[in-house]
T-cell receptor, first 110, second 113 residues
Framework: GQSLEQPSEVTAVEGAIVQINCTYQ??????LSWYQQHDGGAPTFLSY????GLEETGRFSSFLSRSDSYGYLLLQELQMKDSASYFC???????????FGDGTTLTVKP | KAGVTQTPRYLIKTRGQQVTLSCSPI?????VSWYQQTPGQGLQFLFE???????NKGNFPGRFSGRQFSNSRSEMNVSTLELGDSALYLC????????????FGPGTRLTVT
């Protein structure tokens, strides 16, 4: 994902809160999605932001600031099963369906 | 509802051969997208089909092609396989009401030797 930047790795402990940031730089942007992928599994849709602000779905929240070309995924009350890769994906009128970031590997420790 | 299904799940081919992968979307979803996932390049968009028409195309050579049938099932074909085509090929379907939500199938793991 050459137009999106997200950290490659994040480590946190059970019960903690972690924020995974994503910045994008492409014109034609119209929305940011987040996906979770466990080792050996397929990506699973988590959330989508088209407008500025916070979207909350249970323990997961996603935020978008279009003026800052920035978004984040917030995971609360971390559980061991949250250990996975998290991808931000940009929906863009110029680049096909979605452009995915390289993913952030989250490791949750006891 | 049943999820997205892909067949086959695993495939081993030789350089120069061609391969066809199949994807059945979630019932009622008319948009089907294909992605290639490799450790080095990550998840890369191949193409999207909607109502049997290619709506978007990624930056892949013409050896990669696809089609969609009237029941929304989709196939992708890769001709003249190269070693670098070894990857996980993922199909995703989207509902018309929420086109930006993509629901992925388990993928087809293609190994080219």
């Amino acid at each position: 994902g050459q137009s999106l930047e997200q950290p490659s790795e994040v480590t946190a402990v059970e019960g903690a809160i972690v924020q995974i940031n994503c910045t994008y730089q492409t014109s034609g942007f119209y929305g940011l999605s987040w996906y979770q992928q466990h080792d050996g599994g397929a990506p699973t849709f988590l959330s989508y932001n088209a407008l500025d602000g916070l979207e909350e779905t249970g323990r997961f929240s996603s935020f978008l600031s279009r003026s800052d070309s920035y978004g984040y995924l917030l995971l609360q009350e971390l559980q061991m099963k949250d250990s996975a890769s998290y991808f931000c994906a940009e929906n863009n009128t110029n680049a096909g369906k979605s452009t995915f970031g390289d993913g952030t590997t989250l490791t949750v420790k006891p | 509802k049943a999820g997205v299904t892909q067949t086959p799940r695993y495939l081993i081919k030789t350089r120069g051969q061609q391969v066809t992968l199949s994807c059945s979307p979630i019932s009622g979803h008319r948009s089907v997208s294909w992605y290639q996932q490799t450790p080095g390049q990550g998840l890369q968009f191949l193409f999207e089909y909607f109502s049997e028409t290619q709506r978007n195309k990624g930056n892949f050579p013409g050896r990669f092609s696809g089609r969609q049938f009237s029941n929304s099932r989709s196939e992708m074909n890769v001709s003249t396989l190269e070693l670098g085509d070894s990857a996980l090929y993922l199909c995703a379907s989207s509902p018309t009401t929420s086109p930006d939500e993509q629901y992925f199938g388990p993928g087809t793991r293609l190994t080219v030797t």
